[in-house]
């Protein structure tokens, strides 16, 4: 069981990897060419009605896919009962949408923000509609179509914006994507499961007591991570807004794209070993360590490049979220490890200890990024989120895991504590090569210096890495596994390419 669980898993993992890729490759290129297309504020507009839309969003947010996956058996009705639910919440949603978007655009005293926001309405309601049964894909850990239903919309979106851009030039181009984006994506839901959704409410109330936890889960995590743009768009303005918004996006790509793929797989994977502790234990040691391993690094990484990445990729209109980038990527860093025990504790029946973790966590930081953003404006506010993630959010995450759960703190330093050393060390040296660079005056001379701060982080870290496991004794580790999969890899490749024998 344990091999085809493995191996389940890491099928998984390598389609939403996949998935999360392709989307993100579509939206970097988005971004990239909405970026010299469009101007700050556009940006600042859309993060404006999209935190209100979110917020009020929350309060429909009771997580019913994670109550199905976590139970042991289900019938019709738990379906159908999800979809009930979904449905109306979700119009119920565009109705405050459009009720509310005077209010909105009064507290951001923003003019432009009504129309947007009754636009939006239209996207809410409509993904709530989607269909239930393609819960089944994540219960039986056969992600292969929720490949096609994370991609496809994507890419419909994309294709819509870019030349909407082209001809509007400013923040219309972007609610149009979205809507779309929403439409397609309810469409493909009922065209890859073959379940036809009624209305129903016989399994709401066995719903509702899991998922209670997961909605205010759901409320102190969008004020953990939204808040600073209600702070900084009522403080700062919708350019500052915008600025923020584009340097929070680009920062904590590693965490939100690269870690997501790997949490969406092991939610029903932790599920279906949550009953030994000792297997549980050890696919959390070996998540954590690949975690740790392979993307750590990369936030670690952003953080040092962010200089010239900004020159190359978003240009000179950018340069204000350089430091930034710089800030939040360390915060990212943070958060990253600590992705990962959200899942058992969902696993487990637990929900309430993540929402006791984000109270502690939304309770110091909010006061923190009110008091940077009035003191050093946006600097700040970024200095808040990552001086927070390191002095607090990890140790009160931790704190609670190792208290109500198997896992103990040799499964969480084992993994981690080599990937740690060799990015701190990777960073140094970037940092001191991208001092002594000789300038970025030119476009050219800022790539060749993102090119060769890459080149050199790459290969400091890996040597930095493969030397403290070798004084170390080559342990059973993260890194066992990665060489494994680099030489089975290589040893295909090699397959590939060798002739066939003669017949």
Known sequence: MTRDLNRKVAFGIAWMAGARAAVRGLGLISTLVLARLLVPEDFGIIAMATSIAAGLELLTLFGFDMALIQRKSLTRDDYDSAWTLNTMLGIGLGVLLVLGAGMGADFYR????????????????VKN?????????????????????????????????????????????????????????CAMSYLVHPHRPRPCLKGAGELFRFSRWLLLNNLITFFRNRGSTFIIGRIMGTASLGIYGLAYEVSNMPTTEMVAPINRVLGPTYVKVREDPDLLRTTFRSTFGLITILILPVSIGLAAVADPLVRVVLGDQWLATIPLIGLLAFSGA??????????????????????????????TLLPAVIFGTYRFGLVGAAAAYALHTWVLGIWTTYAIVFRTTPIRRADVLAPC???????????????????????????????????AATLLGFATYVGALLGLWTAAGRPEGSETAVLWRLRHGIARLRRIGRPAAPG
């Open 110 to 125: 923003e003019p432009r923000l009504e129309p947007v926001i009754m636009l939006l309405a239209i996207q809410y309601a």
């Open 129 to 185: 509609a989607a269909n239930p049964g393609t819960v089944d894909f994540r219960r039986n850990l056969d992600f292969r179509w929720e490949f096609v239903t994370q991609v496809v919309p994507k890419l419909c979106g994309v294709v819509l914006t870019i030349p909407l851009a082209f001809w509007l030039r400013d923040y219309r181009a972007l609610i149009a994507g979205m809507i779309l984006t929403a439409f397609v994506s």
């Open 334 to 363: 943070g958060n990253l490890m600590q992705t990962n025990t959200g899942s058992v504790h969902t696993a487990m029946g637990q929900p309430r200890f993540i929402t006791l973790t984000g109270l502690l966590h939304v309770s």
């Open 417 to 451: 504590w080599r990937p740690l050393c060799a990015s701190a060390l990777m960073y140094l040296a970037v940092r001191a090569f991208l001092w002594y660079y000789p300038g970025h005056d030119s476009l050219a001379s800022s790539l060749l210096a993102l090119v």
